[in-house]
């Protein structure tokens, strides 16, 4: 019987010779005991090709043995690629993604499937990666093999992470526009506006009765200076709440609730519990903001005849739902040349929800309503 030092030589010159597509076939012993994989010379020309991929390719047996990685893969995972050839594929898998992976690995069809994974390097470092699996043909193998192409997404996660920094500044960027347009309109519109208002008023208080005519167009110049000033008011409140920092975020959900329910005539139900906590600054704009883009698309698109608005503590989380019975959409479904019906303004409300550590979910389809639920977590201020 040969010692383990005897053989050390002897499977190092097999993994070489494999790796240069010189052998015709390796056993593997596993549960089912010893089988041989033929790997086929001929077949050498196909592993250069795979050699050369940006991509970690794997041969895997029906017991997870990694019976052949490219040298991409050995990379990926910071292991020598002998010590990789001949080890189990769970070394490199977190428990989580295992379970995950099992019935993928045993289930596998002629399409194949995809999941999302972190592999657990040889350094201890985390990478993660996109897993496609799919069943070899049994060509030349007494059993099945399973081909594996690995993707590490680790750029893609890192550019996801530059486009949310970029995102979030935007919104900072545009919340300090819309503050300074704000203070604009009430120092150069709104101002004026009521000081010829009130000259306005004076004016039609000095007209004599017996000048019935000059009398009623003064009023009615009145009247519509006294709507412009409104709407110059409103327009500055919808840019920059005040009433936010002062009052809180209930006031102002229930104060635009109603203007949004005087303004158009669609029934709005509201459920706002009192918050025992102030949400961060941030937090309480989010769900404003969030609030003023769903009103707006319930507006403009979902013709509907009520909205309800329920603002709740859940856990660790402040909820926010807005439910419409309009005609819906479907979030998915785009038309040649067109955004998604879904729309910059569900992407700017995810976006707004993630910036404070939150979710946003909607959910929609054609003659059902609209159904938005968004939750933020409650921070310490």
């Known amino acids: 019987m040969t010692t383990p030092r005897e053989r050390l030589p002897k499977s190092e010159a097999a993994l070489r010779a494999i790796r240069a597509g010189e052998v015709d076939s390796v056993m593997v012993v596993g549960k089912k005991g010893p089988q041989v994989f033929s790997l086929d010379g001929a077949e050498h020309a196909y592993r250069v090709l795979i050699e050369s991929m940006n991509e970690g390719a794997l041969m895997l047996t029906t017991d997870k043995t990694i019976l052949y990685a490219n040298h991409c893969f050995a990379r990926m995972v910071h292991c020598p690629l002998e010590q990789v050839t001949g080890s189990s594929f769970r070394r490199f898998i977190s428990a989580a993604d295992r379970k995950t992976l099992r019935p993928l690995l045993k289930r596998t069809d002629r399409t194949g ?31 099945r093999t399973i081909g594996i192409v690995v993707t590490d997404m680790s750029e893609a996660h890192r550019n996801e992470e ?16 819309r503050g300074r347009v704000a203070l604009e309109l009430d120092d150069n519109i709104t101002q004026p506006l009521c000081a010829v208002l009130i000259r306005s008023q004076s004016l039609a208080d000095k007209l004599p009765a017996s000048d019935a005519a000059s009398k009623k167009a003064a009023i009615q110049l009145r009247e519509m200076l006294g709507a412009t000033a409104t709407e110059v008011e409103r327009l500055a409140r919808n840019l920059r709440p005040g009433v936010l920092d002062q009052l809180g975020l209930v006031a102002v959900l229930r104060g635009t609730s109603k203007e949004f329910a005087a303004r158009t005539g669609v029934a709005i139900n509201l459920a706002l519990v009192e918050l025992t906590v102030r949400l961060p600054a941030e937090s309480e704009l989010t769900l404003y903001r969030i609030l003023q883009e769903a009103l707006k698309n319930v507006e403009l698109h979902a013709r509907a005849q009520n909205v309800s608005v329920r603002l709740k503590k859940q856990g660790a989380f402040v909820q926010l739902a807005i439910r419409d019975d309009g005609i819906g959409f479907d979030p998915d479904r ?38 938005i639920d968004v939750r933020v977590p409650i921070k310490e201020r």
């Open 334 to 371: 785009t038309k040649p040349g067109r955004k998604p019906l879904s729309g910059l303004g569900v992407l700017s409300m995810r976006e707004r929800a993630a910036f404070v550590g939150g979710t946003f979910v909607v959910k929609s389809s054609r003659r059902t309503g609209t159904v």
């Open 162 to 177: 530059r486009l949310r920094a970029l995102s979030q500044r935007l919104v900072q960027v545009q919340e300090a526009e």
């Open 113 to 143: 499937s995809k999941i999302q994974a972190v592999l657990n390097a040889g350094d201890g470092s985390k990478v993660p990666v996109q897993i496609s699996i799919r069943p070899l043909p049994r060509t030349g193998f007494a059993e």
